[in-house]
């Protein structure tokens, strides 16, 4: 509270403004500036920003052919923009009605086969020349200046002033001695983020309980069905050949980690085969399953390339021997391929004697100890 | 004090009546002369931010039309839409609402493949900003703040990609989604947990089109424009870098200020930019997912690929060697993990790391306005071009199979090449541009101390044939070219400067008067023909004798 407070009605102090009011305006009166033309006032407000025009090339002599040639020229252009937006607007509104229908139909072909690529194209068209004809009008209509200013790199006189009033608040505060202060502000700080960031402990699943990464619906009797859910016996296939199975469960063929490769070997392929350790007997006659899900990054591998016996996976290129237990033998992936040991039941279907034995799908951190 | 009517200066149309109304309210003026005084340097190279700007605004206006239409959610439903063939097929309900936008929405279509399109031209924008940045230094003192959020930005703009192109469901999109599940398994310790905070447990669940759909729509956007805010305003703050020049120094802007010129030049450039992306989102048939079909875990395509941007890293699985690295206690580190997760690490880390490590090399410390044309710093420009070839490499080596299939190459091999060029090319790339910068550089001093070759070969009165050189400026007593290189291109044609007079104007047939184009150009000095009078053709300017000293010539006095 001062002494002498001017505003109305305290002291009954005039209503003035204070002695920093006014800047430019006090350098230049209204009769000043209304005695300047427009480009001086131009030039006054450029200097004042730190802008000096050092050059105008003025644009072409009113009246002049060059002018009437470049005013035919954006007229022509922004026209064709209006023209092809309307065509956008014709085809838009107009298919189905007076058009034909832009559906699409089965024979991919027609109408419905250029409605998209009409819109694009007028769409397309009508923007270019909008931004074409600014261009062109920019160039040739406008006169061309070129303009000079300062930069400055900060002041020392705002460091030292600025710097003063924030040591000042701090030095107020007494921050630097209140140490008990400063203690309890670091606890309430690291307390309040922790509980504000804590909600997000809701995503956090526990990824070992139950081992859902390390099982499948395998299981000792679950029986191998196609993507259609029909069983299947033995020489159901051709030698040589290759099915995707699916375990007979519920939902069984849409379980991202259940698919299985049921593959017929040729009798050269057998005399060559060559079961992994602890997979011995694990395949039946003729017949391997393997899991489809690759063990590099759990793409299907889905080419069967039988006379190398090679499955190679399309997403990086990893290769497998169906020879020998589905071990990788080119590319990046490190791991063979689990193998299901299959079994025929009572019926003659194609059965599970269990669970694959280890996990499918990519590596992870703690695979080998689940 | 109020002005009155009277008052000299004060508005008498009604335009500018209105527009003291608003300035009595707003005191918008000082705001808005300084705005549009402001001066903007000319290159077409600063451009490139821009429509990078510009494809970011194309990207929010299809995004949000998109999303009138698009359902992110998992639930299995039976396709009834009017594309015959998936009819009757299961799906999400996300493929399906994709598929309703592709087909039953009018003009649906064109606005998915723009926003598509949009989307790849706004990360090839933001990448070749960034090289342009790089390139000419522009990233130094006082800019590093501006490069971190430009690379945090392209960071950012690849996640915003990755989310969005998972969000259809499509068998393409599906298989991409399985190869993040299992980078996310790979990371050591924390894979497993991180993948089921993630999807909500094991892949793939029935959550994570759904929260890729909100980090797609509102967290990466909001996040992109904030920063893009933050980086427009840091980038007015300390106005622009400009190439050397005349009358360009460190401590001014030469260019054209906003209004109107450059005004009218960006509004130009949003059309363009906006114009090419609805070209291309309607002629030009990009991700048609009803030909990939629904997602089935069970199923891929062959040549399965990422968008552009991804191909360096798809490129860097394909070629990484399966090496897991097995711990005791039977802990595994996936081979995985070091081509996706690791070399994406350390390739941003590095880029966001550049400016300081490159200050910390030079000690250089001052602040720099004025930007360096990439052969002045070999050492910067070489480091560059390695990076790229790495990068560019890896993208190849991201389409080997189709390489492999188009041109009939054993895909094994492709692998191998990609796996040794991959070692073998970057720093092959580093020494060629070194030798290329410093050839330039070469070229440069030999322009300004010989001058320009004019093309006019002379025959001495001893028979020898000398050319004749140009200097650009005041020669010495040997004839030897006295101006310093300045940073800026030096002229290495006659017509650069001015050797030639201008074209004159008209298409078809001239419009302007040739003998009054010619006058006015000798009156400016231009034109060969204006210096024949008094130019004295002697051998001055001749470096050697046999051929430059680059070429093997050996130096000799000119004769006078």
């Known amino acids: 509270m001062t002494t002498h407070d001017?505003?109305?009605?305290?002291?009954?102090?005039?209503?003035?403004?204070?002695?920093?009011?006014?800047?430019?305006?006090?350098?230049?009166?209204?009769?000043?500036?209304?005695?300047?033309?427009?480009?001086?006032?131009?030039?006054?407000?450029?200097?004042?920003?730190?802008?000096?025009?050092?050059?105008?090339?003025?644009?072409?002599?009113?009246?002049?052919?060059?002018?009437?040639?470049?005013?035919?020229?954006v007229g022509l252009v922004w026209s064709l923009a209006g023209l092809f937006a309307f065509l956008f607007v014709v085809v838009y509104v107009g298919s189905g009605w007076f058009l034909p229908d832009w559906q699409w139909d089965i024979t991919e072909g027609g109408w419905s086969a250029l409605f998209t690529p009409l819109l694009g194209l007028f769409m397309g068209l009508s923007l270019l020349l909008v931004g074409y004809g600014l261009v062109l009008f920019t160039k040739k209509l406008l006169p061309h200046e070129t303009a000079v200013q300062d930069k400055h790199d900060g002041s020392h006189f705002d460091r030292v002033t600025a710097g003063a009033t924030l040591v000042g608040g701090y030095h107020n505060s007494g921050l630097g001695r209140r140490k008990l202060i400063v203690r309890s502000l670091a606890l309430m700080g690291g307390g309040v983020g922790l509980m504000l960031i804590m909600p997000l402990g809701g995503l956090i699943k526990n990824p070992n309980k139950g081992n859902p990464l390390g099982t499948t619906s395998w299981a000792a009797g679950v029986r191998l069905v196609r993507d259609d859910g029909t069983p299947i016996r033995p020489g159901d296939q051709e030698p040589g050949s290759l099915e995707t199975v699916f375990p007979a469960v519920p939902g069984g063929n849409r379980q991202a980690d259940a698919a299985t490769m049921l593959i017929r070997l040729r009798p050269e392929q057998v005399a060559v085969l060559e079961p992994r350790e602890r997979y011995e007997g694990f395949e039946y006659g003729e017949y391997v399953a393997y899991s489809k899900i690759c063990t590099h990054a759990g793409c299907p591998v889905s080419l069967y390339e039988q006379e190398t016996s090679r499955i190679l996976c399309p997403c990086h290129q990893s290769q497998f021997d169906v020879t020998q237990g589905a071990k990788p033998v080119f590319g990046p992936a490190t791991r063979a391929l689990p193998q299901l040991p299959l079994d025929v039941d009572d019926e003659g279907f194609f059965v599970a004697r269990s669970d694959y034995i280890e996990a499918v799908g990519p590596t992870y951190w703690n695979r080998e100890r689940i | 004090m109020a002005r009155t009517a009277t008052a000299p200066g004060a508005p008498t149309t009604k335009l500018g009546k209105a527009a003291l109304e608003v300035d009595e309210r707003m005191i918008v003026a000082p705001w808005l002369r300084r705005t549009m005084n402001k001066v903007y340097p000319d290159h077409w190279s600063f451009l490139l931010g821009e429509i990078a700007l510009y494809a970011f605004l194309i990207l929010l206006l299809s995004g949000t039309y998109l999303t009138f239409f698009f359902d992110a959610s998992m639930r299995e439903v039976v396709y009834d839409g009017s594309y015959a063939p998936l009819r009757g097929v299961e799906m999400s309900a996300a493929y399906d609402s994709a598929l309703q936008l592709s087909f039953d929405v009018r003009g649906g279509l064109f606005m998915r493949q723009l926003h598509h399109w949009a989307a790849l031209l706004f990360v090839a924008a933001i990448v070749v900003h960034l090289l342009r940045i790089f390139f000419t230094g522009a990233f130094r003192k006082p800019r590093e703040t501006n490069w971190l959020i430009g690379v945090v930005l392209l960071v950012l703009a690849l996640l915003e990609g990755v989310t969005g192109y998972s969000l259809p469901d499509d068998l393409l999109s599906g298989t991409g989604l399985r190869i993040i599940s299992a980078i996310l398994l790979s990371i050591p310790v924390i894979g497993t947990?991180?993948?089921?905070?993630?999807?909500?447990?094991?892949?793939?669940?029935?959550?994570?089109?759904?929260?890729?759909?909100?980090?797609?729509?509102?967290?990466?956007?909001?996040?992109?424009?904030?920063?893009?805010?933050?980086?427009?305003?840091?980038?007015?703050?300390?106005?622009?870098?400009?190439?050397?020049?005349?009358?360009?120094?460190?401590?001014?802007?030469?260019?054209?200020?906003l209004f109107p010129t450059f005004a009218a030049k960006a509004t130009g450039l949003i059309f363009v930019v906006f114009g090419v992306c609805a070209a291309l989102g309607g002629l030009v048939q990009i991700n048609p997912v009803w030909l990939w079909g629904p997602y089935n875990?069970?199923?891929?395509?062959?040549?399965?690929?990422?968008?552009?941007?991804?191909?360096?890293?798809?490129?860097?699985?394909?070629?990484?060697?399966?090496?897991?690295?097995?711990?005791?206690?039977?802990?595994?580190?996936?081979?995985?993990?070091?081509?996706?997760?690791?070399?994406?690490?350390?390739?941003?880390?590095?880029?966001?790391?550049?400016?300081?490590?490159?200050?910390?090399?030079?000690?250089?410390?001052?602040?720099?306005?004025?930007?360096?044309?990439?052969?002045?710093?070999?050492?910067?420009?070489?480091?560059?071009?390695?990076?790229?070839?790495?990068?560019?490499?890896?993208?190849?080596?991201?389409?080997?199979?189709?390489?492999?299939?188009?041109?009939?190459?054993?895909?094994?091999?492709?692998?191998?090449?990609?796996?040794?060029?991959?070692?073998?090319?970057?720093?092959?790339?580093?020494?060629?541009?070194?030798?290329?910068?410093?050839?330039?550089?070469?070229?440069?001093?030999?322009?300004l101390e010989h001058g320009i070759e004019t093309g006019v070969i002379r025959r001495l009165p001893s028979g020898e044939f000398?050319?004749?050189?140009?200097?650009?400026?005041?020669?010495?007593?040997h004839g030897h070219g006295q101006l310093a290189y300045g940073g800026a291109p030096v002229p290495k044609r006659m017509n650069h400067v001015g050797g030639a007079r201008r074209a004159i104007r008209?298409?078809?047939?001239?419009?302007?008067?040739?003998?009054?184009?010619?006058?006015?150009?000798?009156?400016?000095?231009?034109?060969?023909?204006?210096?024949?009078?008094?130019?004295?053709?002697?051998?001055?300017?001749?470096?050697?004798?046999?051929?430059?000293?680059?070429?093997?010539?050996?130096?000799?006095?000119?004769?006078?």
């Not at chain 2, 790229?388 to 188009?406: C, E, P, Q, R």
């Open chain 2, 297 to 447: 875990p069970a199923q891929v395509s062959a040549a399965s690929q990422p968008d552009w941007y991804i191909f360096f890293l798809d490129g860097s699985t394909r070629i990484f060697p399966p090496w897991d690295i097995n711990l005791p206690g039977n802990y595994t580190i996936p081979a995985l993990f070091w081509p996706t997760v690791v070399i994406a690490g350390l390739m941003f880390t590095a880029l966001a790391l550049y400016p300081f490590i490159e200050r910390k090399l030079t000690k250089d410390t001052a602040s720099h306005h004025l930007l360096q044309r990439p052969r002045d710093v070999p050492v910067r420009t070489s480091l560059g071009a390695m990076a790229l070839t790495f990068y560019i490499w890896l993208m190849v080596a991201g389409a080997n199979d189709v390489v492999a299939d188009k041109f009939d190459i054993s895909l094994n091999a492709m692998t191998w090449v990609g796996r040794i060029g991959v070692i073998i090319l970057p720093p092959i790339a580093y020494v060629v541009t070194y030798r290329i910068c410093l050839g330039l550089q070469q070229h440069d001093r030999e322009v």
């Open chain 2, 466 to 477: 000398i050319e004749v050189h140009q200097p650009l400026g005041p020669v010495d007593e």
């Open chain 2, 506 to 560: 008209g298409f078809f047939t001239p419009i302007e008067e040739p003998s009054q184009v010619e006058l006015e150009q000798r009156a400016e000095g231009r034109g060969l023909a204006t210096g024949e009078p008094d130019r004295e053709l002697t051998s001055s300017g001749r470096p050697a004798d046999g051929g430059r000293p680059s070429e093997g010539g050996r130096p000799q006095e000119p004769r006078d």
């Open chain 2, 193 to 257: 947990w991180a993948h089921f905070a993630v999807f909500n447990g094991d892949f793939v669940g029935e959550q994570i089109i759904g929260r890729f759909y909100i980090v797609h729509v509102l967290l990466i956007p909001a996040i992109l424009l904030v920063l893009i805010g933050l980086h427009l305003l840091i980038l007015v703050k300390q106005k622009h870098t400009q190439f050397p020049g005349a009358g360009r120094t460190e401590h001014n802007v030469v260019g054209n200020r």
């Open chain 1, 6 to 73: 001017t505003r109305p009605g305290s002291t009954g102090g005039a209503d003035v403004p204070g002695p920093l009011y006014g800047g430019p305006d006090d350098d230049y009166t209204p009769e000043q500036l209304a005695a300047m033309n427009r480009i001086e006032l131009d030039r006054l407000g450029a200097r004042y920003d730190g802008v000096e025009i050092l050059h105008v090339d003025p644009g072409p002599e009113p009246g002049s052919v060059l002018e009437k040639r470049a005013i035919r020229q």
